[in-house]
């Protein structure tokens, strides 16, 4: 963990510190904002959470009365906390257009001292101290190494380690995906000795399920599902409409596109839901096929060779049209 001490110190001598992360939280924005918030509490400092939007249903036990303010509701209020915090942490994120253009451009012109910490590639030169390590399978993963290299061990207690125990569930497919390396385990197994306790955390994150999200599921996989077998690639695509019809909330779609991949003969997939006159892209795939470099091309996307994504602006049909035509050009056994 690149910068540990110094970024400890960072907090030591910060008055106002905001922790920030990508829009669309995640289990890894939200548990790696969270491990780090109580950290920072630890060393006797406080610290304000904004994300740009609020957080996915699933997850909203991990806060235990921590605030995650969110600018979508609270724009004046983030603004005013960015605006007067001398540090400024970048969880999960390489570049302020994560953040979504307002909330952005507020990062951009903020004075205070921005710390990023994450593991996507190609960081934008706009921070102040870049701990960037690709290599590594989630943000959470490094907050513990920052705790670790730090020398404050000591403090990796239960409430820290929970969120960052399904940050790197979460954003690693539940250890499946080959992000996942040796370290990933011992460091696991630390959080598991200091008190996190890990059947609590897959229930409370996954074994809730409102019946309206397992019908859309259920619909989505009956109803919307579409492998093309020469291209050994799903397609699950969902209107504002049907979304509706289901009464969705955020989150009742985390983990449809990694439900595609697993059908047998699928080696790439993607889930395009529609929301305010956009479709949101979420792309996954098995082995050395790069989404990220497929999304960043086409869909104003990026991020991890086998877990990305990306934008449209067209409509749902004419983004299934455009996703079509281009999926042999990129996919299949003769672009192996």
């Not at 249903?57 to 921590?66: H, N, P, V």
């Not at 952005?104 to 101290?129: Q, R, S, T, W, Y």
């Not at 020398?151 to 409430?159: I, V, Y």
């Amino acid at each position: 963990m690149n910068f540990a001490k110094e970024i400890v110190q960072s907090i030591e001598t910060a008055e106002k510190i905001v922790i920030t992360s990508h829009r669309s939280p995640d289990g890894d924005s939200v548990g790696s904002s969270l491990g780090l918030l109580r950290f920072i509490r630890s060393l006797g400092k406080e610290a304000q959470i904004c994300h740009p939007d609020g957080c996915p249903s699933f997850i909203e036990w991990l806060k235990q009365g921590d605030e995650i303010i969110d600018f979508d509701t609270n724009q004046d209020r983030v603004i005013a906390l960015m605006d007067e915090a001398d540090l400024i942490f970048c969880l999960d994120y390489n570049g302020s257009g994560r953040l979504g253009k307002d909330m952005g451009g507020v990062l951009l012109a903020a004075d205070g001292k921005k710390i990023m910490i994450d593991h996507h590639p190609n960081p934008e030169d706009i921070f102040d101290i870049t701990a960037s390590h690709p290599e590594v399978c989630s943000t959470s993963q490094l907050i513990i190494e920052l705790i670790l290299e730090s020398g404050n061990e000591d403090k990796l207690n239960q409430s820290i380690g929970t969120p960052l125990y399904l940050g790197i569930v979460t954003d690693t497919g539940s250890f499946r995906f080959s992000s996942v390396t040796p370290r990933t385990h011992q460091l696991i197994g630390m959080l598991l000795e200091n008190g996190v306790k890990q059947a609590e955390v897959h229930e409370n994150s996954f074994d809730h399920n409102r019946l309206d999200r397992m019908k859309l599921r259920g619909y989505a996989i009956a109803e919307k599902l579409e492998v093309l077998k020469e291209q050994e690639f799903a397609i699950v695509a969902l209107s504002e409409e049907e979304l509706n019809r289901f009464n969705y909330i955020k989150g009742d779609t985390e983990g449809l596109v990694n439900l595609a991949l697993s059908i047998e003969g699928v080696t790439v997939a993607a889930l395009l839901t529609e929301s305010d006159g956009k479709i949101k892209m979420s792309f996954r795939s098995m082995g050395e096929i790069a989404v990220n470099a497929f999304a960043g091309e086409h869909f104003e996307g990026g991020g991890h060779m086998n877990a990305a994504g990306g934008v449209s602006f067209l409509s749902l049909e004419e983004t299934i049209d455009k996703l079509r035509s281009l999926i042999p050009l990129h996919f299949g056994k003769s672009h192996a």
